[in-house]
């Protein structure tokens, strides 16, 4: 019989660590010889979702892609380490739903810690009015209500960070065999 996939679903700001932590927390689980894939948001949106905008719609799209994605990966054994804004509540619960074996880590930064992070330079962009639909400018965050791990980065170390998650993990029966 095959290992139970999972898909860890890290939801924040841009800027807040999404992306670092689900690259720390894929290092760790590959080192115990484990399934795992990482599906950063801005790829997929340049490989599978090119065409769609930020509009509210188009945003809640894309997040249904990535879970459709995720969903087929986690089915089939695999952890999924997926990092994405998602802005919206009502589409992440959406994707719980659909994909049942799933753990929501709100990577919780302040917005002034966000922007001081942007080595982009989304936010001033976006304060000067260059990009509209910015999330945590002028686009609404919906923050996770009872995500199953909350990551302080601008308080807790990437290694502290990392740590929780595989706690969570653990905790969950998805690593049973190496707790």
């Not at 095959?2 to 924040?12: E, K, S, Y």
């Not at 690259?23 to 760790?28: E, R, S």
């Not at 959406?94 to 936010?123: H, S, T």
């Not at 304060?127 to 199953?148: K, M, N, S, V, W």
Request: one cysteine or more; charged letters at 25%; glycine letters at 8%.
């Amino acid at each position: 019989m095959g290992r139970r996939g999972v898909t860890v679903w890290f939801t924040g700001l841009s800027g807040a660590g999404k992306t670092t932590l689900s690259c720390g927390v894929a290092q760790q689980l590959q080192a115990l010889g484990l399934a795992v894939e990482v599906l950063d948001a801005d790829l997929v949106r340049q490989h599978l979702s090119k065409e769609l905008g930020f509009s509210r719609a188009d945003r809640d799209e894309n997040v249904r892609r990535i879970g459709f994605v995720a969903e087929m990966l986690t089915r089939h054994g695999v952890i999924v380490l997926v990092s994405a804004i998602s802005p919206y509540r009502a589409t992440r619960q959406e994707v719980r739903r659909q994909i049942g074996n799933f753990i929501e880590v709100f990577v919780d930064a302040p917005l002034e810690v966000c922007e001081r992070r942007d080595v982009k330079g989304l936010y001033r962009k976006a304060r000067a009015g260059l990009i509209q639909h910015f999330t945590g400018i002028d686009d609404p965050y919906e923050p996770p209500e009872c995500p199953e791990v909350v990551c302080k980065t601008a308080e807790q170390s990437i290694s502290e960070c990392i740590e929780l998650v595989m706690q969570s993990l653990r905790i969950h029966g998805y690593l049973q065999q190496f707790s």
